[in-house]
């Protein structure tokens, strides 16, 4: 019977209420969240141009020093692979997408005969990795929503120990970079060798050689610093994705809001429509029945 | 007029920026002042206390390690010198009881592990380098 209908669909109108109000608390959390990972960002700016001015004066320097330390490799008989995305889900495609230059990346490199060896920071990553049947040397998780300098440097150490013996000559990080609050894209970066300074080398003001006094020299500085930039690197590309993925999954869970309320407002529509239509048949058929009787008569 | 402004940056905030008359460290070469119009200069500081020498007083700061640079700032006669550290805290607000514990708990780590002979395990230098941050601390916190 129509009543019977009815039923169903009050019921599924109360589970799409229900979804609707897990994914308005999520978006409020995101959005919540984005205010406080973009600060983040903010405040980490000082620290990381400060790292990367000094590695530049210190590659201007010694030119010797820094061919070898930020330079591209020409032979690269294996690569070292690290993909950041999330610990959760829900948040559109900002998983999916740096999966995706991941798995593309991974897949170019191998073409290329350069064995690769991957890292993932974020539990979607190594779950998603694994499921594909790649070899994951480790992953780390439980800290990419709200990374914190310590846990940096924890990856910086475990990524860089394979470049430092010499078993790897690259090393790659794909990561989301958080470009504004509009924009947020898939980035594949050189880790190690250092790349950033190489390529403001040549932009930043001329200057004599020997201008800038070294304490100490300028050759055992830069293999100090070397490692305290990749942490640095590191650092601000947590902070960018940690600010991505607030970001993505507002969004997300907006739309799935929105979805939400459509739904709801369609199904209770039809929902009216057919207990219109079965308080019509039950009128016809009182209706009916008198006329039956009183013809009867 | 020559003025130095004086930036301590640590990777999660600004700890502090403001006009200085000197700025003391050491690095590895030994102590430094810097001064306004200090040449520009690029270098490390070892594990230490950092002042600043400002109009209202010392500013101190226990600095585990990092980097500093001395060049000239975009305002004509202004000396900007920018102090890189990992990890960094002002001096008056260490908490002394903590970094007790922290020593306390390093220095029981540390007896632990060289008794099974685990000197290279990364455990072991954790601990001696969370035993040097406390010391550190403590040391400043004592001036």
């Not at chain 1, 919540?32 to 400060?50: E, F, H, L, M, T």
């Not at chain 1, 993932?120 to 709200?146: I, M, N, P, Q």
């Not at chain 1, 932009?203 to 800038?212: E, F, V």
């Not at chain 1, 993925?245 to 929105?258: G, V």
């Amino acid at each position: 019977m129509a009543g019977g209908q009815e039923r169903i669909l009050r019921r599924r109108i109360k589970s799409v209420q229900s979804t609707r109000k897990i994914t308005k608390a999520m978006e409020l959390i995101a959005a919540s969240q984005i205010a406080k990972s973009q600060a983040r960002i903010v405040a980490n700016r000082p620290y990381r141009d400060g790292m990367r001015r000094i590695i530049i004066e210190a590659a201007r320097a010694d030119p010797a020093g820094a061919a070898r330390l930020l330079a591209t490799p020409t032979n690269v008989a294996s690569a070292i692979v690290v993909v950041l995305t999330g610990d959760r889900g829900m948040s559109g495609a900002y998983n999916s997408s740096a999966l995706r230059a991941g798995e593309r990346l991974v897949v170019r490199l191998r073409a290329e005969g350069t064995g690769v060896r991957l890292f993932c920071l974020g539990k979607k990553a190594g779950a998603f990795y694994r499921f594909r049947g790649l070899d994951v040397e480790e992953s780390f998780a439980g800290f990419v929503d709200k990374p914190t300098f310590a846990d940096a440097r924890r990856v910086a150490g475990v990524v860089a120990a394979p470049f430092v013996a010499g078993e790897a000559q690259q090393v790659f990080l794909v990561s989301t970079r958080f470009l504004s609050a509009a924009t947020q894209a898939v980035e594949v970066e050189q880790l190690l060798p250092l790349s950033i300074p190489v390529m403001a080398l040549d932009d930043g003001p001329k200057k004599l050689k020997g201008y800038t006094e070294f304490e100490p020299e300028v050759e055992k500085l830069l293999t100090s610093l070397a490692p305290r930039a990749l942490e640095s690197e590191i650092f601000s590309a947590l902070l960018e994705g940690a600010a991505s993925f607030h970001t993505s999954q507002q969004r997300a869970m907006a739309a799935a809001t929105d979805n939400a309320d459509e739904l709801g407002q369609s199904l209770s529509r039809i929902m009216n429509r057919a207990r219109q239509d079965s308080i019509t048949t039950e009128i016809m058929e009182i209706v009916s029945g008198a006329e039956a009787l009183r013809s009867g008569k | 007029m020559a003025t130095l402004k004086v930036e301590i940056v640590s990777p999660e905030a600004a700890l502090w920026v403001g006009e200085a008359a000197a700025l003391t460290a050491r690095s590895s070469d030994g102590d430094f002042t810097i001064l306004p119009q200090h040449t520009e200069t690029v270098g490390d500081i070892v594990p230490g206390v950092v002042r600043v020498a400002t109009s209202a007083g010392e500013v101190a700061f226990a600095v585990h390690g990092g980097y500093f640079q001395v060049g000239p700032d975009g305002v004509e006669g202004q000396t900007i010198a920018t102090v890189l550290a990992g990890v960094a805290e002002r001096v008056n607000e260490i908490d002394v009881a903590r970094a007790q514990i922290a020593k306390d708990e390093a220095e029981a780590q540390i007896a632990a592990a060289s008794k099974v002979e685990q000197h290279d395990t990364s455990a072991h230098l954790l601990a001696y380098a969370a035993l040097q941050r406390a010391e550190l601390r403590l040391r400043a916190a004592a001036k």
